[in-house]
Nanobody, 119 residues
């Protein structure tokens, strides 16, 4: 089993920067495809960004492109989401997820961390 634990959320102001972390335990993440998602109140979960096992390939949703950066440190078994120029519409619970094994969908999820951005 893999456990993913997000941290770093908080109450921010518009324009601030924040880094979220997703630490894994149970097995190495070095071969896992990782992603970040978010869910705002009353809305469906939204894809934010993903990163290949090596970190060499990343992909972003248009809503965060140019403001958010996903990166990983496989030696620390951790994936990060660096967020800058935060907007009130970035307010959501942020989740990290992993694809481990020969799967098409993310099969491991963290519990989420709340990010609230005020004006």
């Amino acid at each position: 089993q893999v456990q993913l634990v997000e941290s770093g959320g908080g109450l921010m102001q518009a324009g601030d920067s924040l880094r979220l972390s997703c630490a894994a335990s149970g097995r190495p993440l070095s071969s896992a495809f990782m992603g970040w998602f978010r869910q705002a109140p009353g809305k469906e979960r939204e894809f934010i960004a993903d990163i290949s096992w090596s970190g060499g390939s990343t992909y972003y949703a248009d809503s965060v492109k140019g403001r958010f950066t996903i990166f990983r440190d496989n030696a620390k078994n951790t994936v990060y989401l660096q967020m800058s120029s935060l907007k009130p519409e970035d307010t959501a619970v942020y989740y990290c997820a992993a694809k481990i094994g020969r799967v098409l969908e993310y099969n491991y999820w963290g519990q989420g961390t709340q990010v609230t951005v005020s004006t």
